[in-house]
């Protein structure tokens, strides 16, 4: 009695349903990213910085850029740190760069933020120093894009975040570089109290 062999399609099909399945779940999953996406840039910075003015947000970033460079002067010279300011540096010299379309430039809407970082062996003082005047440019952008405001419908692209208006490119800028200098750490401060010195000192190993 001949046994009866499987459908070679069956296989097929399932692999082939299968595929689709998994190409569906993730084209919905890129959908629902892009929404949530477009729905924190208008309830995080698209309509919060539409109800401000240019000159408000230049107090904005003039205010905030006091907090940050109080942290970025408290900070322990670390790797860590280090990195931290360039990056936070670089961002925002790049918001300035792609800023630039506001005042009728042409800056590319493409490239990465990382031309306009701080080079690797820049030391820590030094980029206090650019954290001050980086900031300080930021106000002045803002200050000047208030003289010369531009077309409401103008939008400028962030790389991840998609086009975004010139009010909202600066709340960017503020929020960005707040949440990122939280994470700079100071140099841990000296223990005090009653113990000497001998106390403090690990005990000599005994030969």
């Known amino acids: 009695m001949s046994q009866r062999r499987p459908s070679p399609a069956v296989p097929a099909l399932i692999t082939v349903a299968t595929v689709g399945v998994a190409a569906g779940a993730a084209y919905l999953a890129r959908t629902r990213q892009r929404e949530i996406k477009g729905a924190v840039v208008s309830r995080v910075l ?16 003039e205010s905030s850029g006091t907090h940050l460079t109080g942290r970025a002067a408290r900070a322990a010279d670390t790797h860590a740190n280090r990195e ?14 792609r800023l630039g379309a506001a005042f009728g430039k042409h800056p590319d809407q493409t490239a990465p933020y990382h031309e306009h970082r701080p080079p690797q062996d820049t030391t820590l003082p030094e980029l206090q120093a650019l954290i001050t005047s980086t900031r300080a440019a930021s106000v002045d ?62 005990s000599a190993t005994k030969l």
Do not use: C, F, V
């Open 46 to 61: 698209e309509r919060p910085a539409g109800r401000s003015s240019y000159q408000e947000l230049a107090h904005s970033l």
């Open 84 to 97: 931290t300011l360039a990056h936070i540096i670089g961002i925002e010299r790049w918001g300035q760069h």
């Open 141 to 202: 952008l803002a200050r000047r894009l208030h003289t010369r405001p531009p077309s409401d419908d103008l939008t400028i692209a962030h790389n991840s975040l998609g086009p975004l208006t010139a009010k909202a490119w600066l709340r960017y800028l503020i929020h960005h570089a707040d949440l990122e200098s939280r994470k700079l750490r100071g140099a841990p401060t000296p223990q005090t109290g009653g113990m000497n010195a001998a106390q403090t000192q690990p």
